[in-house]
C-alpha cells in the first residue's frame, strides 16, 4: 500500500505564496504520475496540476502561470509551488499517485490520496 502525506498548506493573504509538498511512502512500487487537485466548499473535486516521471506537466487553465508542479523522482515526492494566489484559490488540495506495488506476489496497480492540506487565501 501506497501512502501519501502532505504539507505546506496554510493561510495567506491575496498575492502571496505558498508550497506545497507531497511524499510517498510505501514497501516496494514505482510511481508513474503524481498530482495535486483541489475541492472548494460545494464544488466537485478538480485537477490543479500533474507530473509524469518522464518530466510532462499539465495544468489547469485558472492556475497557469501562477502555480508551478515539480517533483524528486528518487524522494517519491512531488512539490506544488503557489504564486500569486487568489481568494479563489481556496480550497482543501489533495495529493495523487498512479503507479505500481510491487509489495504482493504480483504487481498491482494503485491509485492513492493524500489527506488534504487546506489552504486558504484571503482577500
Known amino acids: 500500500q501506497v501512502q501519501l502525506v502532505e504539507s505546506g498548506g496554510g493561510l495567506v493573504q491575496a498575492g502571496g505564496s505558498l508550497r506545497l509538498s507531497c511524499a510517498a511512502s510505501?514497501?516496494?512500487?514505482?510511481?508513474?504520475?503524481m498530482g495535486w487537485y483541489r475541492q472548494a466548499p460545494g464544488k466537485q473535486r478538480e485537477l490543479v496540476a500533474t507530473t509524469t516521471s518522464g518530466g510532462s506537466t499539465n495544468y489547469a487553465d485558472s492556475v497557469k502561470g501562477r502555480f508551478t508542479i515539480s517533483r524528486d523522482n528518487a524522494k517519491n515526492t512531488v512539490y506544488l509551488q503557489m504564486n500569486s494566489l487568489k481568494p479563489e484559490d481556496t480550497a482543501v488540495y489533495y495529493c495523487?499517485?498512479?503507479?505500481?506495488?510491487?509489495?504482493?506476489?504480483?504487481?498491482?496497480?494503485?491509485?492513492?490520496w493524500g489527506q488534504g492540506t487546506q489552504v486558504t487565501v484571503s482577500p
Open positions: 510505501g514497501t516496494s512500487f514505482t510511481i508513474n504520475a
Open positions: 495523487n499517485a498512479e503507479g505500481w506495488d510491487y509489495s504482493r506476489v504480483l504487481r498491482e496497480s494503485f491509485r492513492s
